[in-house]
């Protein structure tokens, strides 16, 4: 339904910041540019991804947690081609820097959401909100609505720095060194639209802890990682970062690195601003696979980085704005709406359960923050608007966003907690278990996302169901903490490598026909800021995974050690016993239809690029028993690793990459065992045509292949070895999808 109003304009002008308003005018004016054909659409694709308006996926209206869609009537527009943003609704992603937000702001969101989405607002894996199925032509009205109240959609997507992360619980967590709220803050605000920050290959994501030992604020796993730390100079105790760089998650994951153990808050907005810089004019621009700072940070080493960050701080020129916010926010504290209470003892299970989970003291005496465990990450508007309600009620409208796609409720006085349950359980926003196995992250995945291969929220949705019908009856009170984090594609937009029990979309044929499938990713961990990344063991079909989670929560119940965690589990057991342990799950069922069909979707399961293999009979082809072949080389490279023989292991996932390579090059012709023929007739058959270029990330992961040819005999050790297998596993998950594309039938019309 096309619904904007040119009125709003006028209506918000007086209400709306100077430098927002212009920034929606600039984007209003763009949208009837590109309409009469004279932006380029290359160019207004960038703009607009950096308001936060992306395009995305449409089926048959119904998403994978079994909810029917609001479906809105399109705009007429000249044509533009199929499946453009003029053709369909897309996705709006609006920034919430920390994740703080009032009331007002909260009712904002849900009027958007009702008026111009389908009724639901999605919280994101970075504290930001999603609204999907929104017109293009409806978002300058969306963004000065939002802007009336304090917030932008600036920089939410594009080649830019993402939203501002931090610890949800910054300012009453009794382990912090102090609140990083308002250094993050001033931070997101500083860098957004900064000149030093518009020129950079791809996106640049910050995030700001408390403590070094929880996982709140995951600063391993971003570009610029911020830890709260402090020390005493001169007998005054001084406030200051650890700050971590380089780090990503994405196909390939790479944990940050320790720029500095100390950078005092005076040098936080400068140095940012310098790497900024660095990154801007030393980043990959023309291979966007490899333009995030990880990839610049692994080329350059970390001390030449350093080097070249810290001359380009000598070269900039002072600003008032670096330290004018500082004594504000050595003095910043919330303020509590009501007094400090004691609980009283309830006699309600129910409400127990509830406090043990979805509570955690506050370091001031007498108050809690609470956790709205939300079922993937969806609020609808009507709870929205309750939830603005009680935050009004209870505190002063002190409630954040979580990376765990949930809210926290601070500075709730203990004595209250019993009537707030009873507002939230009648919102329908009381279920117990946040934290928990069966508070499931998932990305968007094929609902929505362009990019996703199997269904995480269907998978998601299906977990939760089976949860809730007792699947956590008999599991002890540690395995009932462990986490599972669901991407529907490498991309790890839902955390997959950070998770106890991690999930990530793949495809792969069965009897000929295409079938969805999950690979497993085991022992990830969580806490100590995301301190390490799990491996894959098996690719599994998707209707398969509920059965690997009953057998590894199981297992892991009954034979882990006092005090072990699934991380030191899945090591002491070791990937071979994990493989055997899976590996008559990794198997679609003969004759078994259902396999064939995704999780919430009954439809038979395909993609664009895939069709249905021959139906006359099971065929095995060489190229199978290749590609076979290369994903058990993987996997005793992965066995190699784990014994400690790291350049086995690398030359191992090199010899993988060759088999996948040489069963693709053998459709025409057999090229023999010589790497070079290999590699040269791959890159002539495949690269060089673009036949092995996937529709969303190119040749990519063919490059993972020519890298390690350049130098097969190069030294590994840990580190370089499980890099490697991790690319192993990509390119051939790749060979996997070229040899689905090419052997895929024609559909008929």
Same mark, same amino acid.
């Given at each position: 339904m096309?619904v $904007?109003?040119p009125a709003?304009?006028?209506?918000?002008?007086?209400r709306?910041?100077e430098?927002l308003?212009?920034?929606?005018?600039?984007?209003e004016?763009e949208?009837?540019?590109?309409k009469q054909?004279?932006?380029?659409?290359k160019l207004f694709?960038?703009?607009r991804?950096?308001r936060?308006?992306?395009? &995305?996926r449409y089926?048959?209206?119904q998403?994978?947690?079994?909810r029917?869609l609001r479906r809105?009537?399109?705009?007429?527009?000249p044509?533009?081609g199929p499946?453009?943003l003029w053709?369909?609704?897309g996705?709006q992603?609006i @920034?919430?820097?920390?994740g703080g937000?009032?009331?007002?702001q909260?009712?904002t969101?849900?009027?958007?959401a009702?008026?111009? $989405?389908?009724?639901?607002?999605?919280i994101t894996?970075r504290q930001?909100?999603?609204?999907h199925y %929104?017109h293009?032509?409806?978002?300058?009205s969306?963004?000065r609505r939002l802007?009336a109240?304090g917030?932008t959609?600036?920089?939410a997507?594009?080649?830019a720095?993402?939203?501002v992360?931090?610890?949800?619980y910054?300012?009453?967590?009794p382990d912090?060194?102090?609140?990083?709220s308002p250094?993050?803050?001033r931070?997101?605000w500083?860098?957004?639209?900064?000149?030093?920050c518009q020129?950079?290959?791809?996106?640049f994501?910050?995030?700001?802890?408390g403590?070094?030992?929880h996982?709140?604020?995951?600063a391993?796993i971003?570009?610029l990682?911020?830890? +709260?730390v402090?020390?005493?100079?001169n007998?005054v105790? &001084?406030?200051?970062?650890?700050?971590?760089?380089?780090?990503?998650?994405?196909?390939?994951?790479?944990?940050?690195?320790?720029?500095?153990d100390?950078?005092p808050v005076?040098?936080?907005?400068p140095?940012a601003q310098?790497?900024?810089?660095?990154?801007a004019?030393?980043?990959?621009k023309?291979?966007?696979?490899?333009?995030?700072?990880?990839f610049?940070?692994?080329?350059l080493?970390?001390?030449k980085?350093r080097?070249?960050v810290?001359?380009?701080?000598?070269?900039?020129e002072?600003?008032?704005?670096?330290?004018d916010?500082?004594?504000a926010?050595?003095q910043n &504290?919330?303020?509590a709406l009501r007094?400090?209470g004691?609980l009283?003892?309830?006699g309600s299970?129910k409400?127990?359960?509830?406090?043990?989970?979805?509570?955690?003291?506050?370091?001031?005496?007498?108050?809690?923050?609470?956790?709205?465990?939300?079922?993937?990450?969806?609020?609808?508007?009507?709870?929205l608007?309750?939830l603005a309600?009680?935050?009004?009620?209870y505190?002063?409208?002190?409630?954040?966003t979580?990376?765990?796609?949930?809210?926290v409720?601070?500075?709730v006085?203990?004595?209250?907690l019993?009537?707030?349950y009873?507002?939230?359980?009648?919102?329908?926003?009381?279920?117990?278990?946040?934290?928990?196995?069966?508070d499931?992250? $998932?990305c968007p995945?094929?609902?929505?996302?362009?990019?996703?291969?199997s269904s995480?929220r269907?998978?998601?949705a299906?977990?939760?169901?089976q949860?809730a019908?007792? +699947?956590?009856d008999?599991?002890?009170?540690a395995t009932?903490?462990l986490?599972?984090?669901i991407?529907?594609c490498?991309n790890?937009?839902?955390?997959?490598?950070?998770a106890?029990?991690?999930?990530y979309? %793949?495809?792969?044929k069965?009897?000929?026909?295409?079938?969805?499938h999950?690979?497993?990713?085991l022992?990830?961990?969580?806490?100590?800021?995301a301190?390490?990344y799990g491996?894959?063991i098996?690719a599994?079909?998707? @209707?398969h995974i509920?059965?690997v989670?009953?057998?590894?929560?199981?297992?892991?119940?009954a034979?882990r050690q006092?005090g072990?965690?699934?991380?030191?589990?899945v090591?002491s057991l070791?990937?071979?016993?994990?493989k055997?342990?899976?590996?008559?799950l990794?198997r679609v069922?003969?004759?078994?239809?259902?396999?064939?069909s995704?999780?919430?979707d009954?439809r038979?399961?395909?993609l664009?690029d895939?069709?249905?293999g021959?139906?006359?009979g099971?065929?095995?082809?060489? %190229?199978e028993f290749?590609?076979?072949a290369?994903?058990?080389?993987?996997f005793?490279a992965?066995?190699?690793?784990?014994?400690?023989?790291?350049q086995?292991?690398?030359?191992m996932?090199?010899?993988?990459m060759?088999?996948?390579?040489k069963?693709?090059?053998?459709?025409?012709h057999?090229?023999?065992d010589?790497?070079?023929?290999?590699?040269?007739?791959?890159?002539?058959?495949?690269?060089d045509?673009?036949?092995?270029?996937?529709p969303?990330?190119g040749? &990519?992961f063919?490059?993972?292949l020519?890298?390690?040819?350049?130098?097969?005999?190069?030294?590994h050790?840990?580190?370089s070895a499980g890099?490697?297998?991790?690319e192993?596993?990509?390119f051939?998950?790749?060979?996997?999808g070229c040899?689905?594309?090419?052997?895929?039938?024609?559909?008929?019309?």
């Amino acid at each position: 339904m096309k619904v $904007s109003n040119p009125a709003w304009k006028d209506r918000l002008s007086e209400r709306l910041p100077e430098n927002l308003a212009r920034e929606v005018d600039i984007f209003e004016a763009e949208i009837g540019l590109r309409k009469q054909g004279k932006l380029d659409e290359k160019l207004f694709a960038e703009t607009r991804l950096r308001r936060g308006v992306y395009g &995305q996926r449409y089926d048959n209206g119904q998403r994978s947690d079994g909810r029917v869609l609001r479906r809105l009537p399109y705009p007429e527009h000249p044509s533009k081609g199929p499946n453009t943003l003029w053709d369909a609704p897309g996705m709006q992603r609006i @920034k919430v820097p920390g994740g703080g937000l009032s009331a007002a702001q909260l009712e904002t969101i849900a009027e958007l959401a009702e008026e111009y $989405s389908d009724g639901i607002a999605h919280i994101t894996t970075r504290q930001d909100f999603q609204l999907h199925y %929104v017109h293009i032509e409806n978002t300058p009205s969306v963004m000065r609505r939002l802007a009336a109240v304090g917030i932008t959609t600036r920089e939410a997507c594009g080649n830019a720095v993402r939203n501002v992360t931090a610890c949800p619980y910054a300012g009453v967590c009794p382990d912090e060194a102090f609140d990083v709220s308002p250094y993050a803050t001033r931070l997101a605000w500083h860098l957004m639209g900064h000149p030093d920050c518009q020129d950079f290959g791809r996106k640049f994501k910050p995030a700001f802890s408390g403590c070094g030992n929880h996982a709140c604020g995951l600063a391993k796993i971003h570009d610029l990682g911020l830890v +709260a730390v402090t020390r005493e100079e001169n007998g005054v105790l &001084q406030r200051g970062f650890q700050m971590y760089v380089g780090g990503g998650l994405g196909p390939v994951p790479y944990q940050a690195q320790l720029f500095s153990d100390f950078i005092p808050v005076a040098e936080l907005l400068p140095m940012a601003q310098a790497i900024g810089r660095v990154y801007a004019r030393l980043g990959e621009k023309k291979n966007r696979n490899r333009a995030r700072l990880k990839f610049l940070l692994h080329d350059l080493g970390l001390e030449k980085f350093r080097d070249l960050v810290f001359a380009e701080r000598q070269r900039l020129e002072p600003d008032p704005r670096w330290t004018d916010y500082l004594a504000a926010a050595e003095q910043n &504290q919330e303020a509590a709406l009501r007094p400090a209470g004691e609980l009283s003892p309830s006699g309600s299970e129910k409400f127990e359960r509830w406090l043990r989970a979805n509570t955690r003291a506050q370091k001031q005496p007498g108050y809690a923050a609470v956790t709205i465990k939300l079922p993937l990450g969806d609020i609808t508007a009507r709870q929205l608007r309750q939830l603005a309600d009680m935050v009004r009620r209870y505190t002063c409208e002190t409630v954040r966003t979580t990376v765990e796609q949930n809210f926290v409720i601070r500075w709730v006085s203990r004595g209250d907690l019993p009537a707030l349950y009873a507002e939230l359980e009648a919102a329908h926003l009381a279920e117990p278990g946040a934290g928990g196995i069966a508070d499931i992250v $998932s990305c968007p995945g094929t609902d929505t996302c362009k990019l996703g291969i199997s269904s995480s929220r269907g998978l998601a949705a299906e977990l939760r169901r089976q949860f809730a019908q007792g +699947a956590l009856d008999d599991l002890d009170e540690a395995t009932r903490k462990l986490r599972i984090k669901i991407s529907g594609c490498f991309n790890s937009c839902g955390q997959h490598h950070i998770a106890d029990l991690g999930f990530y979309g %793949v495809s792969r044929k069965a009897a000929g026909q295409a079938a969805p499938h999950f690979q497993v990713v085991l022992g990830g961990e969580w806490e100590d800021n995301a301190g390490a990344y799990g491996l894959p063991i098996a690719a599994v079909p998707a @209707k398969h995974i509920p059965e690997v989670v009953r057998r590894l929560t199981r297992r892991f119940q009954a034979d882990r050690q006092p005090g072990q965690s699934f991380r030191g589990f899945v090591q002491s057991l070791g990937r071979s016993e994990l493989k055997a342990l899976l590996e008559d799950l990794t198997r679609v069922p003969a004759g078994d239809a259902s396999f064939l069909s995704d999780w919430g979707d009954p439809r038979v399961y395909s993609l664009e690029d895939m069709g249905v293999g021959e139906c006359a009979g099971e065929v095995i082809s060489p %190229v199978e028993f290749d590609l076979a072949a290369a994903e058990r080389q993987v996997f005793e490279a992965q066995l190699a690793l784990e014994r400690q023989q790291p350049q086995a292991a690398g030359q191992m996932a090199y010899r993988a990459m060759l088999q996948g390579a040489k069963g693709l090059v053998k459709l025409n012709h057999n090229p023999g065992d010589d790497p070079a023929r290999i590699v040269a007739e791959f890159r002539a058959q495949y690269f060089d045509t673009r036949l092995f270029f996937d529709p969303f990330v190119g040749g &990519q992961f063919a490059q993972y292949l020519f890298a390690a040819h350049a130098s097969p005999d190069r030294a590994h050790d840990a580190a370089s070895a499980g890099t490697l297998i991790r690319e192993a596993q990509l390119f051939i998950d790749a060979c996997h999808g070229c040899y689905n594309r090419l052997s895929a039938e024609p559909v008929e019309a």
